[in-house]
């Protein structure tokens, strides 16, 4: 799907699929993607892994989060109502020892925030709408939903609705 909204994209943005993780066998974690990419590239190209302030929240229950740290920089973006404070004990620790204004010139280490345009819709209610079978045109490309439908994904009782 990530190809089918990117299919308008120029390689020449710099943007590219990296499937891997639909590769691997078994569970796959994050951790384990981003030392791959870090064998791959070396230690000195800066890693940023983006993610949104409901996954910061989260993070503490990733599978061996502490060594994302070593691997990239983690940079939070603010999703809709979810707040950057009352984050857990020990990602609050990594927070106040990591969190810069932006990010270094260092291949890995910090945290740090940055501000975006909400976006109007999570992935969790797009696939509860197709479930229930209700529109959803604008909110996400054509080529996606079209994938989604060939494919029969997200329709209820299926397997992927969940």
């Known amino acids: 799907m990530v190809r089918c909204a990117l299919q308008d994209v120029s390689a020449t943005e710099g943007l590219l699929v990296d499937d891997r993780e639909v590769r691997r066998s078994g569970p796959t974690y994050t951790v384990d993607t981003l ?15 983006v993610l ?7 993070l503490a229950t990733w599978q061996r989060w502490q060594e994302l740290f070593g691997l990239a920089h983690v940079a939070v973006t603010q999703r809709e109502r979810i ?4 984050l857990p004990e020990s990602v609050q620790t990594e927070l106040d020892a990591r969190g810069k204004e932006a990010l270094p010139d260092a291949p890995s280490g910090a945290i740090v925030f940055f501000r975006m345009p909400a976006v109007p819709v999570s992935a969790t209610v797009l696939r509860a709408q197709l479930a229930r079978n209700e529109p959803v045109s604008g909110l996400t490309p054509t080529a996606v939903l079209d994938y989604i439908a060939a494919h029969g994904l997200y329709r209820a009782g299926s397997p992927s609705s969940d």
């Open 52 to 58: 949104g302030s409901d996954q910061l929240h989260n």
């Open 35 to 49: 030392t791959e990419l870090r064998r791959e590239l070396g230690p000195q190209p800066a890693l940023v892994l």
């Open 83 to 86: 707040s950057l404070s009352g």
